[in-house]
């Protein structure tokens, strides 16, 4: 026989808000959620990320300090 009263309320229709405009609605244990990152406006889900590291930090850090990488001997 499983215990009385030993889960939260659970909430069907809670609200998911990013700042401060509603983005989707889904089940929850809150009423409200707050967040700062949803898939509508993540770089990759948006198609607008962009890469930071266009040289390369290994081939960067060999050149300033003069180590020469195994394929180039």
Do not use: A
């Amino acid at each position: 026989m499983p215990k009385k009263d030993i889960h939260p309320k659970w909430y069907d229709d809670t609200k998911v808000y990013c700042d401060g405009q509603l983005v989707m609605t889904v089940g929850s244990t809150k009423p409200e959620l707050s967040v700062d990152i949803w898939s509508g406006n993540h770089p990759f889900y948006t198609g607008s990320q962009k890469m930071l590291d266009t040289e390369g930090r290994v081939e960067r850090f060999m050149r300033k300090y003069g180590i020469e990488s195994e394929s180039e001997s």
